[in-house]
């Protein structure tokens, strides 16, 4: 399973963008837009790096917590599974798969001093059934590939090795999007190295024809990636709360 | 996998229980118990399936981590000799979870003891050969996958009864495996594990990090312990938190290999407890080295220069899975076959191995019920008789009675029976349902392709195991 990415179950769940880019339909009844339903897992991604953050966890955990987070909504709806209790509970789940177990009531103590909403007040017992249910919503597939491996390894192929420190930041943000959901590990580190090189001004453009992956797939993940630095560099707290309210709405 | 859990009946039951016959708990073990149950689902119908129930652990902290690890990796691998999980449940009501298998009526714990106290004759060569090699196969998939087993042990290697799989070996319970490429914590802060007698020398001398070379130290105490129905290693474990000394365990090592020395194993002297020699364990000396007498083996012969670099002090000398499957002894007559229990040879005795006894007296909520009528033995017979697959037990109790025999359950039953019903025919291959939204086929395969370098070799260093896909590694 490490040592082979394209015979593991994340190869095989990989989805196309039209796939990802789906309101589930209760959220839809409820009014929630394309933007809003994007614009909750933005915000949950950076609400789970909060958390991760008090109760020091690594990053790749954070990065496991939040493909578990967006997996679980390809699947089930945002009005079923409530995102503020599911993003604490991708990372409880994460922690364990990734062998750095956070203990669920330092967690707990953690979402009540990062909320003011007493609504996203959670028990400990709240965390425990959320975890059954996340098992079951990501069909019990835990395994998650990472572009950090490959990156470090690309970078120091690519004779870069003292860009890893801006590249890695880079793929911290794609985490804020789908891509981990829709491209493999290495081709998202592939384009967050050529977003580098742009900036850097590092011409790596042999390098990169030597590998002899599809540039354009790097490209266009490379433009995606800038496309959300255009558009989701400040989210306004009012839009978060409108879109959170709607998933309220009882019907 | 997994199922709708609207809970039906109006009962706390889950509706996913109907879908099992439930005949009795078969283990135990620290984590919960283990059941026998008969699929009633029509595309298994009557298929036999152990089912591993595990407590919410007491701490208040959820599924176990061990289920989790458990869980994770088999769901990704796949492979003849390894146990097969086919589902998964869960009980909302009361957060318990269950991994259902593929049964195995056989495992090498019993098989040995069978032939130690019920046969009084060793097991044949073919049969050692051939579970060896199994055994290995299974061990270089896992390796290959930088999956390390870390607490191999005779009751964890099962083999499959009566059937199309009959006599295949299945590495079982992977509730300590780990991946073992880039760990976020050292291996040994998670609690040393491995039941003493088949840890590695590495291990008891304190090294941290540990590779997939452990594993192999073990599979060289069980070849040594199917030739002579006796573990090779039987030290007095030393219980204590966290991670004693095991002082015994290494001078039974010493005893047998002769002392370690620093030429034969250059790293040895960085190792903390050899080091700190606290309790003079470098005067321990030994130097009559007698595992050929003590295997009953010629040192000249292949199956004692095979076993001998399995029990290799340095690890990093220590023959890998791959390695052995190439060795010369399983070249040599009598040659390895799947079905590890009947060997194709005119003339061989066949061995009927006992079935595993069924406590019929336990539910799934693990509580006795105590019948007016219990179940007669032969009952349990006939449900035992259409066993096909397997079971991961790992019953404490078993490390810790060495020799004693354990203490049987109720309605324990012979095993001929067992034997006279017609094999199942092909097509029992699982539920397995897969939900995996969209199949990519082959087309990524290729693109991996494309990645390779046409200068392939610099950066990125192999593994030096044998993949099943050559490819570069992310």
């Given at each position: 399973?490490?040592a082979?990415?394209?015979?593991?179950?994340?190869?095989?769940?990989?989805?196309?963008?039209?796939?990802?880019?789906?309101?589930?339909?209760?959220d839809?009844?409820?009014?929630?837009?394309?933007?809003?339903?994007k614009?909750i897992?933005?915000?949950?991604?950076?609400?789970?790096?909060?958390?991760?953050?008090?109760?020091?966890?690594?990053?790749?955990?954070?990065a496991?917590?939040?493909?578990?987070?967006r997996?679980?909504?390809?699947?089930?709806?945002?009005?079923?599974?409530?995102?503020?209790?599911?993003?604490?509970?991708?990372?409880?789940?994460a922690?364990k798969?990734?062998?750095?177990?956070?203990?669920?009531r330092?967690?707990?103590?953690?979402?009540?001093?990062?909320?003011?909403?007493?609504?996203?007040?959670?028990?400990?017992?709240?965390?425990?059934?959320?975890?059954?249910?996340?098992?079951?919503?990501?069909?019990?597939?835990?395994?998650?590939?990472?572009?950090?491996?490959?990156?470090?390894?690309?970078?120091?192929?690519?004779?870069l090795?003292?860009l890893?420190?801006?590249a890695?930041g880079?793929v911290?943000d794609?985490?804020?999007?789908?891509?981990?959901?829709?491209h493999?590990?290495?081709?998202?580190?592939?384009?967050c190295?050529?977003?580098?090189?742009?900036?850097?001004?590092?011409?790596?453009i042999s390098?990169f024809?030597?590998?002899?992956?599809?540039?354009?797939?790097?490209?266009?993940?490379?433009?995606?990636?800038?496309?959300?630095?255009?558009?989701?560099?400040?989210?306004?707290?009012?839009?978060?709360?409108?879109?959170?309210?709607?998933?309220?709405?009882?019907? | 996998?997994?199922?709708r859990?609207?809970?039906?009946g109006?009962?706390?039951?889950?509706?996913?229980?109907q879908q099992?016959d439930?005949?009795?708990?078969?283990?135990?073990?620290t984590?919960?118990?283990?059941?026998?149950?008969?699929?009633?689902?029509q595309?298994?119908?009557?298929?036999?399936?152990?089912i591993?129930k595990?407590?919410q652990?007491?701490?208040?902290?959820?599924?176990?981590?061990?289920?989790?690890?458990?869980?994770?990796l088999?769901?990704?691998i796949?492979?003849?000799?390894v146990?097969?999980?086919?589902?998964?449940?869960?009980?909302?009501?009361?957060?318990?979870?269950?991994?259902?298998f593929?049964y195995?009526?056989?495992?090498?714990?019993?098989?040995i003891?069978?032939?130690?106290?019920?046969v009084?004759?060793?097991?044949?060569?073919?049969?050692?050969?051939?579970?060896l090699?199994?055994?290995?196969?299974g061990l270089?998939?896992?390796?290959?996958?930088?999956?390390?087993?870390?607490?191999?042990?005779?009751?964890?290697?099962?083999?499959?009864?009566?059937?199309?799989?009959?006599?295949?070996?299945?590495?079982?319970?992977?509730?300590?495996?780990?991946?073992?490429?880039a760990?976020?914590?050292p291996?040994?802060?998670?609690?040393?594990?491995?039941?003493?007698?088949?840890?590695?020398?590495?291990?008891?001398?304190?090294?941290?990090?540990?590779?997939?070379?452990?594993?192999?130290?073990?599979?060289?105490?069980?070849?040594?312990?199917?030739l002579?129905?006796?573990?090779?290693?039987?030290?007095?474990?030393?219980?204590a938190?966290?991670?004693p000394?095991?002082l015994?365990?290494?001078?039974?090592?010493?005893k047998v290999?002769?002392?370690?020395?620093?030429?034969?194993w250059?790293?040895?002297?960085h190792?903390?407890?050899?080091?700190?020699?606290?309790?003079?364990?470098?005067?321990?000396?030994?130097?009559?080295p007698?595992?050929?007498?003590?295997?009953?083996?010629?040192?000249?012969?292949?199956g004692?220069?095979?076993?001998?670099k399995?029990?290799?002090?340095?690890?990093r000398k220590?023959?890998?899975?791959?390695?052995?499957?190439?060795?010369?002894?399983f070249?040599?007559?009598?040659?390895?076959?799947?079905?590890?229990?009947?060997?194709?040879?005119?003339?061989?005795?066949?061995?009927?191995?006992?079935?595993?006894?069924?406590?019929v007296?336990?539910d799934?909520?693990?509580?006795?019920?105590?019948?007016?009528?219990?179940?007669s033995?032969?009952?349990?017979?006939?449900?035992?008789?259409?066993?096909?697959?397997?079971?991961?037990?790992?019953?404490?109790?078993?490390?810790?009675l060495?020799?004693?025999?354990?203490?049987?359950?109720?309605?324990?039953?012979?095993?001929?029976?067992?034997?006279?019903?017609?094999?199942?025919?092909?097509?029992?291959?699982?539920?397995?349902?897969?939900?995996?939204?969209?199949q990519?086929?082959?087309?990524q395969?290729?693109?991996?392709?494309q990645?390779?370098?046409?200068?392939?070799?610099?950066?990125?260093?192999?593994?030096?195991?044998?993949?099943?896909?050559?490819?570069?590694?992310f």
């Amino acid at each position: 399973m490490a040592a082979n990415f394209w015979a593991s179950s994340h190869s095989k769940q990989l989805l196309e963008q039209v796939e990802v880019d789906v309101v589930p339909q209760l959220d839809k009844d409820r009014g929630v837009t394309l933007d809003e339903f994007k614009l909750i897992k933005v915000h949950m991604t950076n609400y789970i790096w909060r958390l991760a953050q008090y109760v020091k966890v690594r990053q790749r955990v954070v990065a496991t917590a939040v493909s578990y987070f967006r997996r679980v909504y390809t699947r089930k709806s945002m009005t079923e599974y409530d995102p503020p209790l599911v993003a604490p509970t991708c990372l409880y789940l994460a922690s364990k798969a990734e062998e750095s177990t956070v203990q669920a009531r330092l967690l707990v103590f953690y979402i009540r001093k990062l909320c003011n909403d007493e609504r996203h007040k959670y028990e400990i017992k709240d965390i425990l059934e959320m975890e059954m249910k996340l098992l079951e919503a990501l069909d019990y597939y835990l395994v998650v590939y990472h572009p950090y491996r490959p990156l470090s390894q690309l970078l120091q192929d690519a004779g870069l090795p003292d860009l890893n420190h801006f590249a890695w930041g880079i793929v911290n943000d794609t985490y804020k999007m789908d891509l981990i959901l829709i491209h493999p590990p290495y081709m998202i580190a592939l384009a967050c190295i050529y977003i580098t090189t742009v900036l850097k001004d590092k011409d790596k453009i042999s390098w990169f024809e030597e590998l002899r992956v599809d540039m354009n797939i790097v490209k266009n993940i490379s433009l995606e990636i800038l496309d959300f630095y255009d558009n989701f560099r400040v989210i306004p707290e009012e839009r978060i709360a409108v879109a959170l309210n709607k998933l309220r709405v009882k019907m | 996998m997994g199922d709708r859990s609207a809970a039906g009946g109006g009962s706390n039951r889950p509706a996913w229980l109907q879908q099992y016959d439930l005949l009795g708990k078969i283990g135990e073990g620290t984590y919960g118990l283990v059941f026998l149950a008969r699929s009633k689902l029509q595309s298994n119908l009557d298929k036999s399936i152990a089912i591993k129930k595990f407590k919410q652990s007491k701490d208040g902290d959820g599924v176990s981590p061990t289920a989790i690890r458990e869980i994770m990796l088999l769901r990704e691998i796949s492979n003849e000799n390894v146990v097969k999980l086919v589902n998964v449940h869960i009980n909302h009501a009361d957060m318990s979870l269950y991994l259902a298998f593929d049964y195995a009526e056989h495992d090498l714990y019993e098989v040995i003891r069978h032939h130690r106290e019920r046969v009084n004759q060793s097991i044949n060569q073919y049969t050692v050969k051939s579970l060896l090699w199994q055994l290995l196969n299974g061990l270089n998939y896992l390796h290959s996958n930088w999956i390390i087993h870390r607490d191999l042990k005779p009751s964890n290697i099962l083999v499959m009864g009566d059937g199309d799989e009959q006599g295949v070996v299945k590495i079982a319970d992977f509730g300590l495996a780990r991946v073992y490429q880039a760990p976020l914590k050292p291996l040994s802060e998670n609690g040393v594990v491995v039941t003493i007698w088949y840890r590695a020398p590495e291990l008891l001398l304190g090294a941290k990090h540990y590779t997939s070379a452990v594993d192999m130290w073990a599979v060289g105490c069980i070849f040594a312990e199917l030739l002579t129905l006796r573990p090779l290693f039987q030290g007095i474990e030393v219980k204590a938190n966290p991670n004693p000394f095991q002082l015994d365990q290494l001078d039974k090592i010493f005893k047998v290999l002769g002392h370690p020395t620093q030429e034969k194993w250059p790293t040895l002297v960085h190792l903390p407890h050899w080091q700190s020699d606290q309790q003079h364990i470098q005067g321990h000396k030994y130097d009559s080295p007698g595992l050929h007498s003590y295997v009953n083996l010629p040192p000249k012969s292949v199956g004692y220069s095979l076993l001998s670099k399995m029990l290799e002090y340095d690890p990093r000398k220590r023959i890998t899975a791959s390695q052995a499957l190439e060795h010369e002894y399983f070249r040599t007559d009598p040659l390895p076959g799947r079905n590890s229990l009947v060997s194709c040879q005119p003339g061989e005795k066949t061995v009927n191995y006992p079935a595993r006894p069924v406590d019929v007296t336990t539910d799934f909520e693990g509580t006795t019920n105590v019948q007016p009528h219990p179940m007669s033995s032969g009952h349990a017979m006939a449900n035992n008789a259409s066993a096909a697959s397997l079971v991961s037990t790992r019953p404490v109790a078993r490390s810790q009675l060495p020799l004693v025999g354990m203490p049987r359950l109720p309605n324990l039953h012979g095993g001929i029976s067992g034997y006279n019903i017609p094999p199942h025919g092909p097509g029992m291959a699982g539920l397995n349902p897969t939900n995996i939204p969209i199949q990519r086929g082959g087309g990524q395969a290729h693109s991996q392709q494309q990645l390779r370098r046409k200068d392939s070799g610099s950066g990125i260093q192999n593994s030096g195991y044998t993949l099943q896909q050559k490819s570069r590694r992310f």
